[in-house]
């Protein structure tokens, strides 16, 4: 009776959306302010009345309901409750019905917060905001409703992966959907922007804290993911250039340039179709994502609940969405302002120039994942692109951009002094020129690509709180101003700085984990140890331990520093999941400073005298987990500026002020006599 | 197969963990034991979802890093031992698309986006500036904004 009433509910937030488009659009057209609010009170109806249909879902997870099919296909009653929780957004049917959460919960968001958008924009991005839900609610509703009932239901349910049976994963979709529907928030402004023709100063600010938010939360889902890659496939890969990693990465890559674009068009007005297309554009890489991962026209190793019948719908859905939305940006934008110029050297151009970088790298990504299949169909011929291409490519670009980027905060708008800034910068350029030599000199082997690699970390780090002492005046002003100026400081600034620091801190890791990864794999029995770069790891046994749906042999290792004192004692597992039948490894990492000691315990052999021998791996990871923290940083980045008063409070009084009724600017609204 | 039985499939590939450096399998001399290695990463297992046959145990990855350490240490240089898997296996099997001229559009585009980003650039600098179209009300709104001293994003002062 219960999933009834989700389904029930479902099916009304998608009767809640279409009142939510039909009722904005109407008082657009009208300028009827009750309209509008009818509006805007259907799309937090149908938050509510969603956020009722998931917790049903969730509920007959957590009591393990079998006669609902998805449960049965994805549960099992002796699943710890977590995973029983988690398995609602496991499956295709489940992650669905959160990404629809996702984007009702932000329309709801839109409506309730959105006070200091004039009535036109907001009732358009309103009503852009309930169309997009209409899509994936009808979706889900018609072809991949997770309420649908078994008429013979199973005693048992046939469990979730248990690859996915962990933390990280629990946590991983939610971050990601959240980053990845926050984008369509910024694809309703940027339609709205377009229909009333004015993408200015105030619109732009309204675009920054969505993206924000939006990014932030798609970087915790990434990093989230790797990290889970890194500690449960068991040999401590954390990125593969898979299909399904990219396809979340162009998103992140996207709504990158956009926050730096935007930045450009609230400050000086400049590049508004720019700043559109791009809000477009994210949006159009998420529901592109949403479809590579689901449909299957992509072999990955982490592709989910591959459906090709779906796949079709959900390449509709992308088609129609992003060809509507990119058509009204063809026939609009020409007529746009094109706001301030500014300078060949100048903050503007920086700007410019991250994005196109950006930009850049995102088409690199994206022709990386879909070329296979344009071979495919144009010449029948089979081939891969994998690992290596990106490397060539993508690498390079990041490698540029990473070099100008703590440039680019020094430069002032308009016109700038590009000998100044650099100027600013001898210290950060002494100190990465010292890593750089410091490492060629003592890193064993020696790696040029590992020293530009630290070089550039130090750079970014020390370049982006260049920016900071400049703007303190540190060691030039009297402490008391200094200290005056540090707590003047805008949070946005300090999240700008952070996230640039994350970035020098993920290179960095990214460089030495990559560059003087250690690995050494041997055959043991008890007793015996094997060495990975100076440390010793002991083999002392190895016993049975049951879990709560799962059976393992744990081993016990003890693990020696190069200068012979106990590092840490081992606990790697080998687990079979019985509901299943899949065998799963759990690793043991042993944190020494910055970086890991993974050891993992493989399959059991039977060795030259008929004792028992174990295939062991250990790998040295070094700074590893720099890789995750520095994601970390960036993210915290992007939740301190979002926490900046200008974005929080002032947005609407502002916004309200620099749009007095005025007569409106060309072009003209649609809909509005000229 | 349903799609979850696919996922696991792929999952059991990846986890049937140490493949490419089992000890069983390695070569004596380290230095053609590296480049192996090096050239694992390259070639991709092809009955597996998408990994190299460095990371995967799927057996068919196993037979592929024998033929390449055989071949390596016949003393085969990187570039024969590429040639000898494509012929037998088509393009397919390498993880770095070569470069062709069927291949050119893949391994040119980032570049042509980059040149012309940069000529937009350019010719945005060279343009005059267009005439405003907001009313003096709004302009003045808009210098107050940016006036603002809270406001100040970091202009180099």
Redesign the interface.
Known sequence: MIVEVGAFALILSLILSVLQTGASTLARVRRAPVLAAVGEGAAIAAFFTLAVSFATLIYAFVVSDFSVANVATNSHSAKPLLYRVGGAWGSHEGSMLMWCLALTGFGALLAGYGRGLTAGLKAVAVATQGALGIAFLAYTVFASNPFWRLTDPPVEGRSLNPLLQDPALILHPPFLYVGYVGLSVVFSLAIAALVEGRADAAWARWVRPWTLAAWSALTVGITLGAFWAYYELGWGGWWFWDPVENASFMPWLIATALLHSAVVTERRGALPGWTIFLALGGYTFSMLGAFLVRSGVLTSVHAFAVDPTRGVLLLTILGVTAGLGFALFAWRAPAMARGGMFAPISRESALVLNNILLAAATATVLLGTLYPLIREAMAGEAISVGPPYFNLTFTPLMFILLLLLPAGPLLAWKRADAGAALQRLWVAALLAAMAAVATLALAEPRSLFGAAGLALGVWLIIGSATEVAERIRLFRAPRGEVLRRLGGLPRGTWGMTLAHAGLGVFVLGAVFETTWKAETAEVLAIGQRLEVAGYVVALENVAPVQGPNYEAEQATLRAFAPDGTLACMARPERRLYSAGGQTTSEVAICTRGLSHLYVVLGERRSGADGQPVWLVTGYWNPWALLIFLGPGLMALGGVVSLSDRRLRLAVGRRAAQAQPAGPEPAPKPLGEPA | M???G???V???A?????AA????ERLADPAQEARARALF??V?CLV?????ID?SNAELAQDLRAIVRQEVAQGRSDVEVRRFLTDRY????????RFSW??A???L??LV??LA??GL?IGR?RT???E????G??TD??A???D?P????????
């Open positions: 349903t799609a979850l696919r996922w696991l792929v999952a059991c990846v986890l049937c963990l140490g450096s089992d000890p069983g990463k390259e991709r597996c979802q998408n990994e190299s990371a088509g393009e397919y099997v390498l993880l770095k698309p069927a291949n559009a893949l391994w585009f980032p986006v980059v980003g940069a650039l600098w005059p500036e267009a405003s179209d907001l009313t009300a709004e709104a808009l107050r904004l940016a603002d809270g406001t100040d994003r970091g202009s180099a002062s």
